[in-house]
């Protein structure tokens, strides 16, 4: 059997992926969580270059997250789910920005006095 032929496809003919890419992603993303996580419990490294790190890591399990189990890519028939998530991302950016910046003004306004 092709691996196309395994693949499930939906009524708007979006591939929804096979078991193998499946299997794929999972290992990809529990070596993103594993090499972090021994990062931090046998520190080896200054602090800040473990959290540039850490960080790294975090944004690498997001894009394969994305790819292998929600199958964003960049096919025509995708683009508006990529569209509607980069503007998820900008909404969810303000609000995490404007929240963080209230809290420190009004920290700094309150410890001030």
Do not use: K
């Amino acid at each position: 059997m092709a691996a196309s032929d395994s693949t499930a496809t939906s009524r708007a003919g979006q591939s929804h992926g096979s078991s193998q890419s499946y299997l794929v992603g999972f290992v990809l993303c529990a070596i993103l969580t594993v090499i972090p996580f021994f990062l931090v419990m046998q520190p080896m490294l200054p602090r800040p270059t473990t959290l540039l790190i850490l960080v790294g890591f975090a944004v690498a399990q997001i894009v394969v997250q994305l790819v292998y189990f929600l199958h964003m890519n960049r096919s025509s028939e995708g683009g508006w789910n990529l569209a509607s998530f980069v503007f998820t991302l900008v909404i969810l950016f303000i609000v995490v920005a404007l929240s963080i910046w209230i809290i420190w003004s009004m920290h700094f306004h309150m410890m001030s006095q």
